[in-house]
């Protein structure tokens, strides 16, 4: 059994990166599944307070990922439109996959765009404001794979640390 939670553990790693790229799977919650399973074996040792400080950094870049384009928005000069358009642009990638895995980037930002010219900005304003939202994507990406490839890490460090009690038959 221990061989199973393993192999399922380093599967889910490996789509929880996956995940930091494409907005259908919430990549750090995934690969934190996958820390979970590999301290659900028998041969690697409890340790709640690495499994729950993980949980809470997972969650908290599963969050600051729907925070972060709308933030940018509002640091590249947008206003409230601009980061309520940002908002809604995501949720229409989200919940309606239009133009595929590219919509997670373009729609936040036509959203912040569209915000920002119903507001009646001038154009350079509001595409200032829709490359806030842009950035802002990139970070939440960038951050989510850092968190991603660290939880693989450190799977494989504790996996190698406690493989003969794995694969002890």
């Known amino acids: 059994m221990d061989i199973a939670l393993l192999i399922l553990g380093f ?6 990166i996956l995940g ?4 259908v799977l919430p990549g750090p919650p995934v690969s934190w599944v996958g820390l979970l399973l ?8 409890d340790n709640w307070w690495i499994l729950g400080g ?14 972060i384009p709308a933030a940018g928005t509002k640091k590249f000069g947008g206003s409230k439109a601009g980061m309520w358009g940002s908002i809604i642009g995501l949720l229409v990638a989200i919940f309606v996959p239009i133009l ?3 919509g997670i980037i373009i729609w936040p930002f036509v959203g912040a765009l569209v915000g920002e010219l119903l507001n009646k900005a001038d154009q350079k304003t509001a595409m200032k404001a829709a490359f806030g ?3 802002g994507f990139l970070t939440g990406t960038f951050l989510k794979f850092v968190i991603t490839a660290g939880y693989f890490v450190f799977f494989i460090v ?3 640390k406690y493989a003969g009690d794995i694969f002890s038959f």
């Open 133 to 135: 939202s842009f950035i």
């Open 100 to 102: 595929g895995p590219f």
């Open 54 to 67: 993980t949980l809470i950094l997972a969650l908290g870049i599963t969050v600051l990922d729907y925070v």
């Open 38 to 45: 590999l301290y659900l074996t028998k041969a690697v040792p």
């Open 11 to 16: 599967i889910l790693m490996l789509v929880g």
């Open 158 to 160: 504790v996996a190698i």
């Open 20 to 23: 930091s790229f494409l907005p």
